[in-house]
């Protein structure tokens, strides 16, 4: 089993690198999952790795790129069995 989260990122986050920051980022920590924009204007995460790195990847997030404003994080933790590849910008 893996440590795993799902998060929606709120603020000023689609039009200012979100995506590419948050893609960098989990690679920096060698995290996999994905990440995208959504129609609502947040952005969508998933991320899978050692607990304490999800930890860093998300204060991480909740700082941003220079450019973004994050008003809120909505964060769940749980387990997964799912084995990814890399961290992917998905459309």
């Known amino acids: 089993m ?3 989260f799902t998060g929606t990122i709120h603020g000023r986050v689609q039009g200012v690198g979100f995506r590419y920051f948050t893609q960098r ?3 920096e920590l060698g995290l ?3 990440v995208r924009n959504s129609p609502d204007g947040t952005v969508e995460v998933f991320a ?3 607990k304490a790195t999800l930890e860093r990847f998300m ?3 909740k700082a941003g790129p220079i450019g973004s404003r994050v ?12 084995k990814l590849e ?6």
């Open 25 to 27: 980022t989990a690679k």
């Open 2 to 4: 893996f440590n795993a």
């Open 48 to 50: 899978c790795g050692p």
């Open 71 to 82: 008003d809120d994080t909505r964060i769940q933790w749980f387990q997964t069995s799912e």
């Open 59 to 61: 204060q991480s997030l």
């Open 86 to 91: 890399g961290f992917q910008i998905r459309n």
């Open 32 to 34: 996999t999952g994905w």
